[in-house]
């Protein structure tokens, strides 16, 4: 069975110090992973995947098959980067499959 | 485009009341879903569809039915609601070439009193 574990459910940390959102994930397979954001009154929306290796909004995660994580790391955390935090995984043509979620909050 | 729209926005039931949540997108996604999300436990999918007509459950079906008569539109239905589904109800789309891009509604949030 798949599943998607994010140990935190809330995380606080100041402005300009780095941030790590753990994401761990159990799947026999290759999966896809990916985080999801939902900035406040906004809508959910994909943030980055794996697969594409990019840097958005500062955020990268590497998936490490060997830990299976998918750390979502930023090196100097801004205000803005309030919010809550899903990681996913996919696993070929079955629906996404969701983290419980990480509220981060960024304290000036 | 409106992308994701969700119909009502707010509301509240009575135990044993029906309603139906409309969700209508005007990207020509083939996927579509809804989840409710409570917290603590995050988002959890109820139903999905990969196409007009075809439905599927998710991790929390029971209690709700949901209908893709037209492409564009999604409806998730309480028959009989309970205080259990008291959430915040989401509904998503996606392409069929990168299902793991999924375009969220801006929620409804449900009350069963």
């Known amino acids: 069975a798949q599943r998607v574990t994010q140990p935190e459910k809330l995380l606080s940390v100041f402005k300009g110090a780095p941030v790590e959102l753990k994401c761990n994930y159990s799947?026999?397979?290759?999966?896809?992973l990916f985080w999801y954001v939902q900035y406040s009154r906004q809508r959910l929306q994909l943030l980055l995947r794996h697969i594409s290796r990019e840097s958005i909004k500062g955020f990268t995660a590497d998936l490490n098959k060997g830990e299976t994580s998918f750390h979502l790391k930023k090196p100097f955390a801004q205000e803005e980067d309030s919010a809550m935090y899903y990681c996913a995984l996919s696993s070929g043509n079955t629906p996404l499959v969701f983290g419980k979620g990480t509220r981060l909050s960024v304290i000036a | 485009n409106a992308g994701v729209t969700q119909t009502p926005k707010f509301r509240v039931l009575k135990t044993g009341q029906s309603m139906t949540l409309l969700c209508a997108q005007d990207m020509n996604h083939e996927y579509m879903y809804w989840y409710r999300q409570d917290p603590g436990m995050g988002l959890r999918l109820i139903h999905y569809?990969?196409?007009?007509?075809?439905?599927a459950k998710g991790e929390v079906p029971d209690g709700y039915n949901v209908s893709r008569l037209k492409k564009q539109n999604f409806l998730l239905g309480l028959e009989s609601a309970a205080p259990s589904q008291t959430s915040v109800y989401f509904c998503a789309s996606s392409r069929l070439v990168r299902p793991y891009e999924q375009y969220f509604g801006p929620g409804t949030r449900l009350t069963v009193t």
């Open positions: 569809s990969v196409g007009e007509g075809t439905t």
């Open positions: 799947y026999s397979g290759s999966p896809e």
